[in-house]
């Protein structure tokens, strides 16, 4: 199993995430993020909370099969692609177990 991880512009995650769910993968976990990094826009404020962070980003989580990792990655790729530069990452890790709160 893998753990892919996407960090992606809070304006692509209703695109990113309905055509996930349209190709039935539907355990997404979103979580609302600051950071720095080479993306900046006028429409962007500095942080409130912490002095050096310039922009809101979005971080989607989902665990998958193996073999689901090249079809989740080309949709997240053709569904957070602006006409802009530093779009976001997206990374894959290793899952080494995976269990059920109510399995356990």
Known sequence: ???????????????????????????VSLTLCE????????????????????????????VCKDDDVDQILKIIHENARTTEECDGVIYICDVQRFVKIMDL
Do not use: C, H, Q
């Open 1 to 27: 199993m893998k753990e892919i991880k996407a960090f992606i512009r809070p304006k692509r995650v209703e695109n990113v995430v309905t055509a996930l769910k349209e190709e039935g993968f539907t355990s």
């Open 35 to 62: 950071g720095t990094g080479g993306y900046s826009s006028p429409e962007e404020f500095p942080s409130l909370r912490f002095k050096i962070t310039d922009s809101e980003i979005v971080k989607l989580e989902l």
